[in-house]
């Protein structure tokens, strides 16, 4: 066993690589997160073969599942804000730009395979103060995510019920979190990938319904389309909060990032991760520009979020019913990543994380219905669908998408690059990205905070935990 293997070893800050093993370990034996053999038996060798069949094509499945939902739906508000010139362009400029940050991730992932989590790349990089950071800022992210989705949810019954006859949407709120806790029961991401092609078709179906319906309401109208009053520009006197709140919501539709490391842990060929990424963030440009782009152009300012309240009354509840997988599974996925990453932490060298034994589901039941409580108190305490995005993004997808990847390019892979002048390139893509994560984590913020403030002056929103009518 050589020096290096023991100084990771006796660090305590350490992550043990995966693929390090000693002279005498034996076939079949099944290694913890800090390297140690975990057991020989059945349990623990099918639990980490469960965990290890993920390929690029279901990786690429899964990606979709957690990136194109809600990002989709809140786009057309965005380019009413911005106006369609700016906004087409920042749509396209920040997909490249996460498509390149997940390759950064992708890199070093493979040059770290002991990294399983988001969390674990902050002791790679800062050591256990970095870890425990990046660690609250990964589960408070996932938790917002799937509060978005409660939030989506209970809009999507109040929509197709008329508001329930009077029923109070705290109601909703609790049906939608249920069907987001059974949805989230298997653990493996292969599983869930299952799911992930009805996901992809429910989204794209509901989006074009929309697009269909908004189109004909407005060639209907009086002057037909040439009639909406779309602009190529931002809209007058257009706030700072305003702006960056339209702006946030594009860099949160572009948030895969966040889990692939995650992700990636699972698959038995990581380095195919390449074609998963470019698939991946050629299908949300597509989607996101297109869809943002002609909706706002069918309805123009007016356009509501989700953008499937545009659609008309009896459209919109066949266009959420449509969506309704993809509101649910797609929010499903990050109750999953969240709990397999805690269960992880706290037992790091037991069968319990491969959730194959009583007392494994036990956990497994417990921390999805703890997270999935959490997730509804949060979408209740915020009922208000765009600022809600525009706080996860500024707080935590700044750094997950932008900032860290950056920082994981100087401190871990820029190196690898040989060429002087492909290395002074790539610096100043990665300062560039380091920017952009700074200011969408400042102004964001405070963007998110001071909008979210006007509109409880205004009377635009409900108060937490009201039975009024979300949407």
């Not at 070893?9 to 099944?30: F, L, Q, T, W």
């Not at 939902?69 to 997909?95: K, Q, Y």
């Amino acid at each position: 066993m050589d020096s290096q293997y023991e100084t990771k070893k006796n660090d305590p800050n350490a992550i043990m690589p995966y693929g390090e093993s000693s002279g005498d370990e034996h076939v079949g034996e099944v290694r913890g997160m800090g390297g140690d053999i975990v057991s020989k038996e059945p349990e623990a060798q099918n639990g980490h073969a469960k965990f290890h069949r993920l390929g690029w094509k279901r990786l690429t499945v899964v990606l979709i599942v957690e990136a194109i939902a809600l990002g989709s739906l809140s786009l057309p508000g965005a380019f009413a804000t911005l106006g369609m010139v700016p906004a087409v362009i920042l749509s396209v400029a920040m997909g490249l730009i996460c498509i390149y940050t997940a390759h950064v991730i992708g890199q070093t992932k493979l040059k770290h395979p002991e990294i399983a989590h988001y969390a674990d790349v902050g002791r790679v990089m800062f050591g256990r103060w970095g870890y425990e950071i990046i660690s609250v800022m990964f589960v408070l992210q996932l938790i917002f995510i799937v509060g978005s989705h409660v939030l989506t949810g209970t809009i999507m019954w109040g929509t197709i019920t008329d508001n329930g006859n009077g029923t109070c949407s705290l109601v909703f709120g609790v049906v939608s979190a249920i069907i987001l806790f059974l949805l989230a029961i298997p653990p493996s991401f292969a599983e869930v990938a299952i799911l992930g092609y009805i996901d992809f078709v429910s989204i794209c179906a509901a989006i074009l319904i929309t697009m269909i319906a908004t189109g004909i309401r407005s060639s209907n109208q009086e002057g037909g389309l040439s009639a909406v009053p779309w602009s190529c520009w931002p809209k007058e006197d257009l706030s700072l909060a305003e702006g960056f709140i339209a702006v946030s919501n594009i860099v949160f539709a572009y948030s895969f990032a966040m889990c692939q490391f995650s992700f990636m842990d699972e698959m038995h060929t990581p380095s195919d991760y390449k074609k998963s990424i470019v698939a991946l963030g050629l299908i949300e440009i597509c989607i996101y520009t297109i869809t943002g782009g002609v909706i706002y152009a069918f309805v123009g300012p007016e356009v509501k979020s989700p953008a499937l309240l545009s659609a008309g009354p009896t459209l919109a509840k066949v266009a959420f019913g449509i969506a309704l997988p993809v509101i649910f599974i797609s929010g499903s996925i990050n109750t999953v990543v969240v709990s397999r990453y805690l269960i992880e932490r706290m037992w790091p060298n037991s069968v319990i994380r491969y959730v194959n034994t009583p007392k494994g589901w036990m956990v497994w039941l417990s921390f999805d219905a703890g997270i999935t409580i959490i997730a509804w108190v949060i979408a209740e305490a915020i009922p208000f669908f765009s600022d809600l995005l525009a706080i996860c993004s500024a707080l935590f997808i700044s750094g997950f998408s932008f900032y860290f990847p950056a920082l994981m390019y100087f401190k871990i892979t820029r190196n690898d690059t040989k060429s002087i002048g492909m290395k002074y390139l790539l610096d100043a893509v990665n300062i560039l990205c380091f920017i952009i994560g700074l200011i969408i984590l400042g102004v964001g913020t405070y963007a998110a905070i001071q909008d979210i403030m006007d509109r409880y002056d205004r009377g635009q929103v409900s108060q937490p935990y009201s039975c009024a009518p979300v949407a």
